[in-house]
């Protein structure tokens, strides 16, 4: 591949041409699979099994670790232990997705820490406020867990909602970064 053609996406079929580096760390919200291209995070879960990356990346070269990785992954791993005390903002991401889902996901981004909102509020600030459930869908949609903050979404009604990882993490997630939760 030349210098000026672009690093393709993970999320380009199926991965193809990527070298995406891996590792799951223990953390205390349970083992944490990180996922990293060239261009940045591409997949961040907890309690997921590296088998379901190949799943989702069947055509890219799949490489455990590595030392750069490895400083990635121990700032990832601080971010979930601490995110009320961590910037992890200029981590860059690996995601691909329809417009709006991208506009959305941008929008989770801007969402400070300790601070929530509600899809309807979500969906507004993207300028599609009839498209709440969409806005749901596109939170749900998010493949890089915490650093796009998904878990900063509730419900109208001041209750959690929704989360990949469970309500439990989201919670934890959420008190760890000061946000006053309907529980």
Known sequence: ??????????WTDGGRGAVIHWDVAPTSLGPMLVAAT?????????????TAL?????HAELVQGGAQFAALLAEIVKAAEAPGETDF??????VAGTPFQEAIWQA????????T???AELAAEVGRPGAVRAAGSANGANHVSLLIPCH?????DGTLGGYAWGLD????????EGALLLL
Request: proline share 10%; net charge positive; with cysteine.
């Open 38 to 50: 060239a261009k940045g995070v591409c997949r961040l879960s907890f309690g997921e099994d590296p």
């Open 108 to 115: 989770l981004r801007r969402i400070p820490k300790g601070e």
């Open 117 to 119: 909102r509600t899809y």
């Open 152 to 156: 900063r979404v509730i419900r109208t």
């Open 89 to 94: 903002t200029h981590i860059p991401v690996d």
């Open 54 to 58: 190949a799943e989702r990346f069947p």
């Open 1 to 10: 591949m030349s210098q000026t053609e672009p690093t393709p996406s993970a």
């Open 169 to 176: 993490i989201k919670a934890k997630l959420l008190q760890r």
